[in-house]
């Protein structure tokens, strides 16, 4: 009796390590490059972390080059997780360092905040822009390996091409649920989508309305240099990254709906109204 419990609790050790980790059998999310080939893929923790830094990134204005430079910068610093350790004091998805002014551990560990701060002192670098990304990043990071930073550079960029929208569909995230069991609901979403796009991404007038579970309609419009339906393939690309700590079950856009039920799929054509699209907004609905 005793040995069978060890080996269960090795087991359930054994895939919670796998889960976090991101090891084989794991939950995954792929990024499909253009023109076919192996898909990019990260866990789900590592996509919802990448998407909160893009998120970030739309919300004060920023190009894509900002959004890749920040991702390659997270590959290379953290792995896109958000630990709590590292070299000396630093934490965090950039391996802040709280010594260094850049904020109490406490915000640093604030993966809204941390990208906050590092697209701060990005765009202090004249001509961010247009210098190569391992002097960009260097800049803020003052690193002691800054040629560390060009290896991630192809897959930030595929990355960032997924979540500002401009490749529609392209990120896709095989179902899963969080270990702690923490509800979902569009409360819970309409707060993050706010935190991390800004206030405007939500009108005060929009409600969660009953439609087959919890069904929360974020509006798309154009925006500076963002098509409208760029910026819903960008808040799709969020949701399907946060699908998983949201309880998210189900997202449609256009003609494209993505299923908890079916994820292994990926994103799945539809027609119409009928299958659960809105022409004006992305639909996010929630298992709570």
Known sequence: MFAALVVLLGLAGYLVVQYVTGGPGAPRCTVQPEGGGDPYELSPEQ???AATISAVGA??????RAVTIA?????????????????????GLFQQRPSQDWGTAEEIMDPVYAAGEFYKHLVQVPGYSRLPLTVAAQKVQRSGYPQAYAKHEANAALLTGALTGR???????????PAD??????????????REFGPEVLPRSVTATRAAGRTLTVPVTAGAG??????????AAWAVAHASELRIERISYGDRRWTAADSGQGWQQVSGDSGGTSPTGVRITTAQ
């Open 71 to 91: 991702l390659a910068t997270a590959m290379q610093e953290s792995g896109l997780r958000n630990i709590e350790y590292g070299d000396r004091d630093s934490v």
């Open 226 to 235: 963002v098509s409208a339906n760029q910026r819903g393939w960008q808040l």
């Open 47 to 49: 996509a919802a972390n």
């Open 59 to 64: 919300s004060r204005g920023l190009p894509e």
């Open 181 to 194: 069991h923490t509800p979902g609901g569009t409360a819970q979403v309409r707060e993050q989508l706010v």
């Open 167 to 177: 490749r529609p569909a392209a990120l896709s995230c095989a179902e899963s649920r």
